[in-house]
T-cell receptor, first 116, second 112 residues
Framework: DTAVSQTPKYLVTQMGNDKSIKCEQN?????MYWYKQDSKKFLKIMFSYNNKELIINETVPNRFSPKSPDKAHLNLHINSLELGDSAVYFC???????????????FGSGTRLTVV | QKEVEQDPGPLSVPEGAIVSLNCTYS??????FMWYRQYSRKGPELLMY????GNKEDGRFTAQVDKSSKYISLFIRDSQPSDSATYLCAMSEGYNFNKFYFGSGTKLNVKP
């Protein structure tokens, strides 16, 4: 299946822990993203990588660090987790530039992070 | 003020009704507009996109953009229970759409 897959789907962890979320896409897209969706369903971009290069880095605590080993993978590492980090984190991919607009983003199914 | 405002709903309609979903925005530089549908516990999926002002139709769905009013709409005709989901609008300034701003979504419930 062609898709954006992210793991794990659910993550429950204690405050202060460090955790990682992995994302892979097999669509051949050149751009990948991390979005955070809060309890009110507000979806906000965190990071964007194009061909392994960081191109968008929104105002996100530096406890969040993305890593893109190749253009098909974009992982998110979170240090010293806080209660306010609880949210659903979505990975997405797109083909940037001309011709890509009609396809928009392809989102993964999300990772539901709960910090206790 | 958020870049994109969207009424969270929920909006509850009977099957077969015409549904109107709307977003307003503040940035007059936005040119690319998209609508996504998100089912519970799933990622958003692209429904429609439009460029600049005007209408676009795809089956039971019609997207409208009124740039002068900074207002976009999604109409769903003959709504079905399977349309029950959260609908998010998204918009961007440039052709390179690396940075889209999303509304917070409107939850729609279509009752059989």
């Amino acid at each position: 299946d062609t898709a954006v897959s992210q793991t794990p789907k659910y993550l429950v962890t204690q405050m202060g822990n460090d955790k990682s979320i992995k994302c892979e896409q097999n669509l051949g897209h050149d751009t990948m993203y991390w979005y955070k969706q809060d309890s009110k369903k507000f979806l906000k971009i965190m990071f964007s990588y194009n061909n392994k290069e960081l191109i968008i880095n929104e105002t996100v605590p530096n406890r969040f660090s993305p890593k893109s080993p190749d253009k098909a993978h974009l992982n998110l590492h979170i240090n010293s987790l806080e209660l306010g980090d609880s949210a659903v984190y979505f990975c997405a991919s797109s083909q940037g530039g001309r011709g890509g607009i009609s396809h928009g983003y392809t989102f993964g199914s999300g990772t539901r992070l709960t910090v206790v | 003020q958020k870049e994109v405002e969207q009424d969270p709903g929920p909006l509850s309609v009977p099957e077969g009704a015409i549904v109107s979903l709307n977003c307003t925005y503040s940035n007059s530089a936005f040119q690319y507009f998209m609508w996504y549908r998100q089912y519970s516990r799933k990622g958003p999926e692209l429904l429609m996109y439009t460029y600049s002002s005007g209408n676009k139709e795809d089956g039971r769905f019609t997207a409208q953009v009124d740039k002068s009013s900074k207002y976009i709409s999604l109409f769903i005709r003959d709504s079905q229970p399977s349309d029950s989901a959260t609908y998010l609008c998204a918009m961007s300034e440039g052709y390179n759409f690396n940075k889209f701003y999303f509304g917070s979504g409107t939850k729609l419930n279509v009752k059989p």
